[in-house]
């Protein structure tokens, strides 16, 4: 028999419970007995959601997430953190956003920790923190409380931990102190947490080591063994688990270390499934994530069996299956969707939907084919009418494609000659103010968006509401003296899905919810043909703001690659393709913007870093047409319109290079979280154009002080000319209230006349 099981499953529910019962807490609305109750509830649904398989896992659901459930778990809080009053919630949520529910809302609690990608995915985790008085002790009474639910409930239960090596490569030291230092007191930890799921009775634990996916030094090659050959001797079955990427030369290291069973991601390794059925050991299991758990096409159940047939000959009950990685980068439920195409619904699989798909491949290499006839006849036919569908192949597209030229990629004139012009026509101080785009998303905003969907509103109506509320953004930034203004984006459901909603060849979902960091939720619109732009999308609302003002007004776009990573993307063509189209959609807007009298424009690439590849050997080929996408989409304006680009929380050092290749006039990025530490990359490399280093972080409900912006905006003088700088916050402030917006702001107006003021004193210290 083939026994299947699942990596991690989505958190939030059907339906973002788990988010609303968040942000209900931290409002004081509901009591941690009612967070509690409901984070129960919702994994005993996940567990029955899960039912169809041989095992549920436990540990895979977290209030915010599972890294810093993990630092919890090996007492590695911030010191920052530990010394303040509360329970242990409260210290968890300090961690993750600087305030507990307990602290004075018009005090600063703590600094929130860093938060960075999840590897190559819009997933954001807390950033382990390690510095010389790093001590680790084990607290594992919440993911034994987990284990018991599950059981409680009649599941057969599997544990999932992080790696400690994955552990300690995603944590950054706050000091000089090596992170393999700490290897040794780490994997003693880990020892006494196996030997107390051992003792709670678990067989098997999942072990999460994505970094096997990663270009590794013989340092952290050398760690992964010692860690495990030191875990062997305890009387547990480790499922030590990969994703995300290729092993290439990890593999032999992972087939070699002494665990029970090896997870090999079969959609992005599926070259290497042969190799590790022939070097892995005969008594150890090979599970293989075999359904996309990234992206909701439906998979191709007939090709999977005539792959795996084979497989499962040689290796039999050795053989387990389960999603390629958690279920968390896809939303819930297919099932909940009412108004979604029939057509493009017949192709789709969510969460429940690939489990369903393990479930027919497990049933079809058990009992064979016949078993599963009727599924695998309705898979094909739904299969045949994608590759035939006249919905997803546009000529029109296909044409202008092959008419791009190196020519559109270029802008007139270089930063130098165009600053020059920019700077005669957009009269602007020193350390001018603005901010990234979006303004607070209030009720009444969220609530007339409703009533438009289910008519309640006309277009008209909804037309005027919104420019109720841009003008509200227009006077508030005027009571600010802000000095480049946005209008806010209150007619904005998120930055990519609205923009293709408007585009050919998107699809939407009513509940396709995914999680992006905390009760941060997104709802990744559906590339699934051709895509092109057929009308202005935003200049009715930037002009609109701009009449209100003698202030200059930015445009605001979402650029090619962030509309590329940031959706489901079509998979029947490689993915440079689709990213052209996108860019020449959004230079139509952007062209379209510019005629109507636009000066600035700010095409968004919050997510161009976590597309690259996890193997820097494999960086170029992406950041090539990565680039290029972008320059196409901005460079068709005069010099004297100028580009503004903003980029989320990335690690980015390493790919400056590229970055300046974009030739952004402007660029802003989210930085105070790292205590401007992002800006190491300007000691070395020296940036040619304009940057705004974000100094407002609009993570957390922190208010940051005058004094703190100085001190920001003073490091990066260090690096940056002072007649290049900007000052402006790390993101975008739509889920920021008014009550916290104003002041904060305030703040950052007021560091920056002060800067402008004190230009001497500030150059030289």
Not at 207 to 218: F, R
Not at 391 to 420: C, F, G, Q, W
Not at 541 to 563: F, H, N
């Amino acid at each position: 028999m083939v026994t299947t099981h699942n990596l991690g499953f989505p958190r939030i529910g059907r339906k973002r419970e788990l988010k609303f019962a968040l942000e209900n807490y931290w409002k004081k609305t509901i009591s941690q007995e009612d967070l509690l109750k409901t984070a129960a509830e919702l994994r005993k649904q996940h567990w029955c959601d899960q039912s169809m398989l041989d095992w549920v896992s436990a540990g895979d659901f977290s209030l915010y997430d599972h890294v810093l459930d993990t630092s919890f778990m090996l007492g590695n809080v911030p010191e920052r953190v530990r010394r303040l009053s509360g329970g242990k919630l409260d210290h968890y949520f300090r961690t993750a956003r600087g305030r507990a529910v307990v602290d004075n809302a018009d005090e600063c609690s703590v600094n929130a920790s860093e938060m960075t990608k999840w590897f190559d995915t819009n997933y954001h985790y807390i950033v382990p923190e390690f510095d010389k008085n790093t001590r680790f002790s084990l607290h594992v009474d919440p993911l034994l409380r987990q284990i018991n639910e599950g059981r409680k409930h009649g599941f057969r239960v599997k544990p999932v931990i992080l790696g400690p090596v994955t552990y300690l490569w995603l944590g950054k030291s706050k000091d000089d102190t090596n992170k393999l230092d700490l290897l040794d007191e780490l994997v003693s930890v880990y020892a006494q947490l196996l030997n107390a799921l051992e003792q709670a009775g678990c067989e098997w634990i999942q072990i999460d080591e994505p970094i096997l996916v990663m270009e590794l030094g013989q340092d952290w090659q050398h760690a992964l063994r010692k860690a495990y050959y030191q875990l062997q001797t305890l009387p547990v079955k480790l499922m030590l688990t990969t994703y995300f990427g290729q092993l290439q030369n990890n593999l032999q290291l992972a087939c070699e270390l002494p665990v029970s069973g090896l997870h090999l991601d079969a959609i992005t390794a599926k070259d290497e499934v042969a190799r590790v059925v022939d070097w892995l050991p005969g008594h150890k299991v090979l599970s293989l994530g075999i359904i996309n758990g990234r992206n909701i096409w439906k998979a191709d159940l007939s090709k999977l069996l005539d792959w795996l047939e084979p497989v499962h000959a040689e290796l039999q009950d050795r053989l387990w299956l389960a999603p390629s990685c958690s279920l968390l980068h896809v939303p819930v439920d297919l099932g909940s969707e009412q108004t979604l195409d029939d057509e493009i619904r017949s192709w789709l699989a969510f969460a429940i939907q690939k489990l369903h798909e393990i479930e027919i491949i497990a049933k079809a290499l058990s009992q064979g084919r016949s078993s599963v006839s009727l599924q695998l006849e309705k898979n094909s036919a739904a299969l045949y009418s994608r590759r035939q569908s006249g919905r997803v192949h546009r000529p029109a597209v296909k044409a202008r494609m092959n008419e791009i030229s190196d020519a559109m990629a270029v802008r007139k004139s270089s930063y130098l000659e165009r600053t020059v012009k920019q700077r005669k026509k957009i009269s602007l101080p020193l350390f001018p103010t603005t901010t990234i785009g979006s303004f607070p998303q209030t009720q009444t905003i969220r609530q007339a968006r409703l009533d438009l969907r289910k008519s309640k509103l006309s277009d008209q109506e909804y037309r005027k509401l919104m420019q109720k509320e841009i003008e509200t953004c227009v006077q508030e930034q005027e009571a600010l003296d802000l000095d480049v203004f946005v209008h806010g984006e209150p007619e904005r459901n998120d930055m990519v899905e609205y923009f293709g909603e408007q585009l050919a060849g998107y699809a939407f979902t009513q509940f396709g919810w995914v999680q992006s960091y905390g009760s941060r939720c997104v709802k990744p619109p559906i590339i699934y043909g051709d895509v092109a732009h057929t009308h202005p999308i935003s200049t009715e609302w930037i002009q609109y703001a701009q009449s209100l003002t003698s202030k200059p007004v930015k445009g605001m776009l979402t650029g090619p690659v962030t509309m590329l990573n940031w959706s489901f993307v079509r998979d029947d063509q490689p993915s440079a393709q689709t990213c052209l189209q996108l860019a020449l959609a959004v230079r139509d807007e952007v062209l379209a913007l510019e005629a109507a009298g636009i000066g600035i424009i700010q095409i968004d690439e919050a997510a161009l870093r976590e597309g690259l590849p996890l193997r820097k050997s494999q960086w170029k080929t992406y950041l090539d047409w990565a680039v290029r996408a972008f320059r196409i989409a901005a460079n068709g304006v005069q010099d004297t319109t100028q580009i503004h680009t903003h980029m989320c929380y990335s690690e980015f050092n390493d790919i400056i290079e590229a970055i300046a290749d974009m030739d952004a006039d402007v660029i802003t990025i989210e930085n105070s979280r790292s205590d401007m530490e992002l800006l190491n990359a300007f000691d070395q490399f020296r940036y040619p154009n304009e940057i705004g280093p974000g100094v407002y972080d609009i993570h957390s409900p922190n208010i940051p002080s005058v004094d703190s912006i100085i001190g920001l905006m003073k490091k990066a003088a260090q690096r940056i000319p002072v007649d290049r700088l900007w000052v402006n916050p790390d993101c975008g402030l739509k889920t920021r209230s008014w009550d916290e917006v104003r002041p904060a702001l305030r703040n950052m107006v007021a560091a920056s006349r002060y800067l402008a003021s004190h230009l001497k004193t500030f150059r030289v210290s």
